[in-house]
């Protein structure tokens, strides 16, 4: 009777499918560089390396195995102990393969025109990076808490493992370090929850700064609205931009012509 894998058998056959990968990405690269020129295959890394592995894994669509697969003696089933249809093992190598390669290939091409970027969109960016890390990082504790499935393709195409071999000896799980990963992800929540609500609180009081403070008579210089009500040592008062940019090409009040020291103004809170 078959039974379900196991997490280090999974993860040792992850392991050994990247150990064989790596070896076609570096034949890939150096038939590139011979073809194109080492500018050409330094240039196109990514591509190689999306070229390598969907080369490895399409295999799975045709019914085979992966050498790690057969190294560690599993076999795909699906949640109803059937084998994965092609269309499912398709859509399990776009998932793992091409995905990330998209979203690898959008950040950057974001991220080279940051500066062109307005705030919201590029924090929407740095955003949706954090979501697909922490999604990540939670799918690998739930794995090492209870097993099945390693990555989150597997999750969504439901895609198991059963260990063909009988197995001997006690098999040893990574619930430990699951629950580390989770308390990391709790521990760094809070974290970021806190800074976020303390950059909130920073740019409130920075928003709150920019509201004219008093409904008295306007700055005598910009005509407006105080804004940082600012005194000078003869009483007057007027903007903080507005007295300081003009003490500083003539320190003088503008209205009593007294002499003003620009370290001598003073900021008034609550005019």
Request: net charge positive; with cysteine.
């Amino acid at each position: 009777m078959f039974s379900w894998a196991g997490q280090p058998d999974i993860v040792r056959a992850a392991q050994k499918d990247t150990f064989y990968v790596d070896i076609l990405v570096d034949q890939l690269r150096e038939v590139v560089s011979l073809l194109f020129g080492p500018r050409r295959a330094a240039n196109s890394q990514r591509e190689v390396d999306l070229i390598a592995a969907l080369t490895y894994y399409s295999l799975q669509i045709f019914g085979r195995k992966t050498l790690g697969e057969e190294y560690c003696d599993l076999e795909r089933v699906t949640p109803s102990w059937r084998i994965p249809s092609s269309t499912r093992m398709g859509t399990l190598v776009v998932l793992q393969v091409v995905f990330p390669y998209l979203i690898s290939k959008l950040r950057r091409s974001q991220s080279s025109h940051r500066l062109a970027l307005r705030y919201n969109e590029a924090l929407d960016l740095c955003s949706m990076s954090f979501s697909l890390a922490t999604v990540q990082r939670l799918n690998l504790a739930i794995f090492y808490l209870f097993g099945a499935y390693l990555h989150i393709s597997h999750r969504i195409t439901g895609v198991k493992y059963l260990h063909t071999k009988k197995l001997i000896g006690p098999r040893y799980g990574y619930g430990m370090l699951g629950a580390l990963i989770l308390l990391q992800m709790v521990i760094s929540g809070i974290i970021s929850v806190k800074a976020k609500l303390h950059h909130d609180k920073v740019a409130e009081a920075e928003q709150l700064e920019k509201i004219p403070c008093s409904p008295g008579p306007n700055c005598t210089l910009c005509l407006g609205p105080k804004v940082a009500p600012t005194a000078t040592d003869c009483g007057h008062v007027y903007c903080w931009d507005c007295i300081a940019v003009w003490c500083s090409n003539k320190p003088e009040c503008p209205l009593c012509r007294q002499p003003v020291v620009l370290s001598n103004l003073v900021r008034l809170c609550n005019y």
